[in-house]
């Protein structure tokens, strides 16, 4: 089975480590605990950026 995401490398919101590194890791689940920290991450659609400062941008929207 391939990724259902190819190409793209998933980040924890919380601590930034590599999840695609993890121990495990699909991104057939919609949910990934991150194995460094523990934090539930939404693994979806909605969550690819272009860049960093995409993130930051939407981030900053969804904040104000």
Known sequence: MG???AGITWWCDRCGSQLNEQRGFDDYKYIWKCTEC?????????????SHEDYHSRQDKNNN
């Open 3 to 5: 990724d259902r995401f």
């Open 38 to 50: 523990g934090y539930k991450n939404s693994i979806s659609s909605d969550n690819i950026y272009e």
